[in-house]
């Protein structure tokens, strides 16, 4: 099994994008999307966060800037609805463009899933509902059968809409990483053919800068043993896109056996390999986190 890439790094938080967003400098946004394509990304996601004022311009601009270098298709994300109309007006291929995000709040989604509707694009649908965060797997699967069933009923299909079940940090909520999991056990249950995304790096929010790549690349692992369709992901980090491809079964198999209480050994695996078995079992709650679970 394999992942889509959902390309993170075309976002208005990054210093250089930030700045040619700003001056509509299309130089290092065209650079960027190249970039992606190159290191395998599937999608580019045009993260403007807000953009509260000038979104319904800056949205077009952008897709229009990328896509007069790369085919890719695209991801438009901001929490702006107007600029997300403004992208998918413009888009080659607004078939294959998915809204990122649609939340489970009936304010958000009445405005949306028309939108998603009109264009035939998909969306990603936010387990995010009134009150925030779920809880557990359960408020996420409640939330999930509201979203869809209004999807469903706009006349979209399961197989259009991509499940965020909402990554949460590991350092502060270690038990949410396994609950998550639950939850995509059960997707197919609630929603056959629906697909799933996740914001991978979420997980290692919080965490030293060193320890992030390994957290990101074994939780993807453990998501996609459940379903995972595709994980928006940094396009920087190899060893992530060749284990979203399918490259690197050795890790998989190790953190396989770790989900499986069936660890081998550490004296008989390379450091490499031990990193990832210690990894997996703080994700999976067998080791308490700290930023130190590496040494110990």
């Given at each position: 099994?394999?992942?889509?890439?959902?390309?993170?790094?075309?976002?208005?938080?990054g210093?250089?994008?930030?700045?040619?967003?700003?001056?509509?400098?299309?130089?290092?946004?065209?650079e960027?999307?190249?970039?992606q394509?190159?290191?395998?990304?599937?999608?580019i996601d045009?993260?403007?966060?807000?953009?509260?004022?000038?979104?319904?311009d800056?949205?077009?601009?952008?897709v229009?800037?990328?896509?007069?270098v790369?085919?890719?298709?695209l991801?438009?994300?901001?929490?702006?609805?107007d600029?997300?109309?403004?992208?998918?007006?413009?888009?080659?291929?607004?078939?294959k463009?998915?809204?990122?995000?649609?939340?489970c709040?009936?304010?958000?989604?009445?405005?949306?899933?028309?939108?998603?509707a009109?264009?035939?694009?998909?969306f990603?649908?936010l387990?995010?509902?009134?009150?925030?965060?779920?809880r557990?797997?359960?408020e996420?699967a409640?939330?999930?059968?509201e979203?869809?069933y209004?999807?469903?009923e706009?006349g979209?299909p399961?197989e259009?809409?991509?499940v965020?079940g909402?990554?949460?940090?590991?350092n502060?909520?270690?038990e949410?990483?396994?609950?998550?999991?639950?939850?995509?056990?059960m997707?197919q249950?609630?929603?056959?053919?629906?697909?799933?995304?996740c914001?991978?790096?979420?997980v290692?929010?919080?965490?030293?800068?060193?320890?992030?790549?390994?957290l990101?690349?074994t939780y993807?692992?453990m998501?996609?043993?459940?379903?995972?369709?595709?994980?928006?992901?940094?396009?920087?980090?190899?060893?992530?896109?060749?284990?979203?491809k399918?490259?690197?079964?050795?890790?998989?198999d190790?953190?396989?056996?770790v989900?499986?209480?069936?660890?081998?050994?550490m004296?008989?695996?390379?450091?490499?390999?031990v990193?990832f078995?210690?990894?997996?079992?703080?994700?999976m709650?067998?080791?308490?986190?700290?930023d130190?679970?590496?040494e110990l």
């Amino acid at each position: 099994m394999t992942m889509l890439c959902f390309g993170e790094s075309l976002n208005v938080m990054g210093t250089k994008i930030g700045r040619a967003f700003k001056e509509r400098d299309p130089g290092p946004i065209q650079e960027e999307a190249k970039f992606q394509k190159e290191m395998g990304m599937d999608y580019i996601d045009i993260n403007l966060g807000p953009a509260k004022k000038d979104g319904h311009d800056l949205m077009p601009w952008v897709v229009e800037t990328v896509q007069e270098v790369v085919d890719l298709p695209l991801l438009l994300d901001t929490s702006n609805i107007d600029a997300i109309e403004a992208g998918l007006k413009v888009s080659n291929q607004p078939e294959k463009t998915i809204i990122n995000s649609i939340m489970c709040r009936p304010e958000r989604y009445e405005r949306m899933i028309p939108l998603a509707a009109e264009y035939k694009a998909d969306f990603v649908a936010l387990m995010w509902g009134p009150e925030g965060l779920p809880r557990d797997e359960n408020e996420r699967a409640a939330l999930c059968v509201e979203l869809l069933y209004a999807a469903n009923e706009a006349g979209i299909p399961n197989e259009k809409i991509w499940v965020d079940g909402v990554v949460t940090p590991v350092n502060v909520q270690q038990e949410h990483a396994v609950g998550l999991l639950r939850f995509y056990e059960m997707l197919q249950d609630i929603a056959p053919g629906a697909m799933s995304t996740c914001g991978l790096s979420n997980v290692s929010n919080g965490a030293p800068e060193h320890l992030r790549g390994i957290l990101n690349q074994t939780y993807a692992i453990m998501l996609e043993r459940y379903g995972m369709a595709s994980i928006i992901t940094d396009p920087r980090d190899e060893k992530m896109t060749e284990i979203a491809k399918g490259k690197r079964d050795d890790i998989k198999d190790i953190v396989y056996a770790v989900m499986d209480d069936n660890e081998p050994n550490m004296n008989d695996l390379s450091k490499e390999m031990v990193d990832f078995l210690k990894t997996a079992k703080v994700l999976m709650g067998k080791s308490l986190y700290s930023d130190s679970w590496l040494e110990l």
